[in-house]
């Protein structure tokens, strides 16, 4: 009798050791960009929950409809992932993975629901076995092959289980891998320079980060736990009403229609608890991301205690909207755990009753305890996976958006247009009654009506005050923007309608006013001007910029990491590996410089345009110029004001007519003189 007290203790200390609901710890929070250009996109996902309303608005109705559609979209796109159209040998595999895993899942599912079957019977034959006169050997025979089938019961459930979890990584792992490639795609092919300008760079990072780490996740639960916890409850309640009757089957089944109604209900209401958490945590990223971006600006003003204080002033919101999710979540765990007791303990009560009436033995409570106990596996699931799959999907919601942001700026490659070829085709550009505004300046028109040409092989500067539209001319022709009216053809074939975009950038080599480069080596930002450059070739690069020698006093030489944003090289050197970079682009016959040297001084301004000299060598070059003396030898110069071409022609041309340019230059060398007039600041 012993052996049966024990039994019953512990079949009663499994209700008491239930598996908990502890919070996963969600690394994702994906919500918004934060930026005005993708408003659109991210609208309605920033209200604030102490302020929502009682009562349901038709906007928030057209919110609601709108997340499902998205969430439903992001299981149509996993699925398709798993599968892939585009690589018949993958889909093959990962099919196949899947078939196994579902095979696995069921063997693991009919080997452990032997579990209290075999834990019954072996508390029966101990029940048996005091109440008879029979040998000690005999006694032991059956109570020790029950507690073997028991223990390899279960671990061959978890076996099945692990194992299934080792063949569906593959897939779950590829489908991360596709999917996060197809979304870093779009932002850095498909996005045009408008967006990319107005995002926060950390927020971004954050939303791609936090939307892969949700999809393994995602496509488990699909996968291992919607169906087969259907499956699961019915066989459960099943068993119970064949074992017991109907009695004990209903109040199963009614536990868990509760306990499923209970948490859906909440998890539906804490949802925006996990929005704002996600924004708030993005925001703080994005603050974390710009401060140390700008590290020596802070320094400079002494604002680092601000900017602890814009830090912290994100995480004391971040902290509020975990405190109401954590609040939230303490009481649907209470509400789950208060269901499942009393179910529980409603079939124990019926279970009890028949062992009273003779109709059932003591190993039949602790059957019941033991299926009661698999059927809190798949509520586990609808309390726990249900809401992490929610919170998934929700932290999925800001990296699907961003996937379907369409540029604001730039039309798509019309349908008829082709690839350009500088060698058939030329590289002469016109600009032809061109006018632009940008799109966050709608009421400001930066081009009105710009007319000029840069002829194949010829170097032309165009010269002007600040915001009469010179940088925008570079930024039309590389086509981050398209101008609201005007052609802009080169080589006679109009760029928005005739040319692909792609094709475009290939055959022009930049050198910006601001060289931004990789935290890398110089060996390696050198060598992005041309992967497919030998190391010999960015050498040659290297000497024609002027680079070489200097690069050679360096203690690592080539392979001296340059710091973030290239921090650790001067101006000058950040220019020339620009210029070296410029040089390696193969096919780019086209060279645009945007006043490479306008924050220099003037023996490195003079060494650069020397370097700029050799780069042009055999290209049609558009130099944007800061200081007038830097373009004196160019073929031709182009002068604007205000949006528009005043006047061009050769420096002797343009200083004879006593036009714009020769005003402009006045005010330069009266500047350099020492006499500056209140105009010249617009220089």
């Not at 996993?78 to 196949?96: F, G, V």
Request: aromatic content about 8%; proline content about 3%; overall charge neutral.
């Amino acid at each position: 009798m012993i052996a049966i007290r024990s039994c019953r203790a512990s079949s009663f200390s499994w209700i008491r050791s239930l598996p908990s609901r502890q919070p996963r710890r969600s690394t994702l929070s994906n919500n918004h960009l934060g930026l005005n250009y993708a408003t659109r996109a991210f609208s309605g996902t920033t209200t604030n929950t102490t302020q929502q309303s009682t009562v349901t608005k038709p906007e928030d109705e057209d919110q609601s409809s709108s997340e499902r559609t998205l969430q439903w979209r992001i299981w149509k796109t996993l699925s398709k992932n798993i599968t892939p159209t585009d690589d018949p040998e993958r889909a093959k595999e990962n099919k196949r993975r899947v078939v196994i895993s579902l095979g696995l899942m069921v063997a693991g599912k009919a080997v452990n629901i032997q579990v209290p079957y075999l834990f019954k019977h072996l508390v029966d034959a101990l029940d048996v076995t005091t109440t008879t006169t029979t040998t000690t050997g005999d006694v032991a025979i059956v109570p020790i092959s029950l507690l073997l089938g028991y223990g390899m019961s279960r671990a061959a459930a978890v076996g099945f289980q692990e194992f299934r979890n080792a063949v569906f990584a593959v897939v779950a792992q590829d489908a991360i891998r596709h999917t996060g490639r197809t979304v870093f795609d779009h932002v850095h092919q498909q996005l045009d320079l408008q967006f990319h300008l107005s995002r926060n760079t950390g927020q971004l990072s954050r939303i791609l980060d936090r939307g892969q780490r949700s999809i393994s996740f995602l496509l488990n639960a699909a996968v291992f736990n919607v169906i087969p916890t259907l499956l699961e409850v019915s066989l459960v309640t099943g068993l119970l009403a064949y074992q017991f009757g109907s009695a004990q089957a209903i109040v199963a089944l009614g536990t868990v229609t509760a306990y499923t109604a209970f948490t859906v209900g909440v998890t539906s209401w804490r949802t925006q608890f996990r929005r704002d958490m996600n924004r708030l945590e993005s925001q703080a990223s994005g603050r974390v991301v710009d401060s140390l971006l700008n590290y020596e600006t802070v320094q400079y003003f002494n604002n680092a205690k601000r900017e602890g204080e814009r830090y912290e002033e994100s995480l004391r919101g971040y902290q509020k909207a975990a405190l109401q999710a954590q609040t939230s979540l303490s009481l649907l765990n209470f509400g789950q755990a208060a269901i499942f007791s009393a179910g529980l303990g409603g079939v124990m009560y019926l279970t009890s009753q028949q062992i009273v009436d003779g109709t059932a033995s003591v190993g039949d409570l602790v059957l019941v305890n033991g299926l009661l106990f698999q059927l809190s596996i798949p509520l586990f699931f609808i309390g726990s996976v249900y809401r992490e799959i929610k919170q998934s999907l929700i932290d999925m919601e800001a990296m699907f958006q961003l996937a379907d942001t369409k540029p604001s700026s730039i039309a798509p490659d019309h349908e008829n247009a082709r690839e350009y070829n500088p060698l058939q085709m030329g590289h002469t550009i016109r600009f032809e009654n061109v006018h632009f505004q940008y799109p966050s300046s709608q009421d400001r028109a930066i081009l009105k009506g710009a007319t000029l040409e840069i002829p194949q092989g010829k170097t032309v500067a165009i010269v002007g005050s600040s915001g009469c539209g010179k940088s925008t001319i570079l930024r039309l022709l590389y086509r981050f923007y398209d101008p609201q009216q005007g052609n802009i053809t080169v080589g006679g074939y109009n760029v928005q309608t005739e040319l692909t975009r792609a094709s475009l950038q290939k055959a022009i080599a930049v050198v910006p006013q601001d060289t931004v480069l990789f935290h890398e080596s110089i060996y390696y930002n050198i060598h992005y001007g041309n992967l497919e450059a030998t190391h010999e070739q960015v050498m040659e690069a290297a000497r024609k910029a002027h680079l070489h020698e200097t690069i050679m006093q360096f203690p690592n030489q080539y392979d001296t990491i340059v710091g973030e944003r290239g921090l650790k090289l001067s101006g000058g050197e950040k220019q020339r590996v620009a210029i070296a970079r410029a040089i390696l682009k193969p096919n780019a016959p086209i060279l645009l410089c945007d006043e490479p040297t306008s924050s220099l001084d003037s023996q490195t301004e003079w060494d650069i345009m020397e370097n700029l000299k050799q780069a042009a060598e055999g290209r049609t070059t558009l130099l944007i110029a800061h200081r007038l003396s830097t373009i004196q030898d160019c073929d031709e110069i182009w002068v604007m004001h205000e949006g528009q071409v005043v006047e061009h022609g050769t420096h002797t041309d343009l200083v004879q007519k006593g036009g714009r340019y020769a005003e402009l230059l006045q005010m330069q060398d009266k500047l350099l003189s020492g006499e500056p007039r209140k105009e010249e600041l617009d220089l």
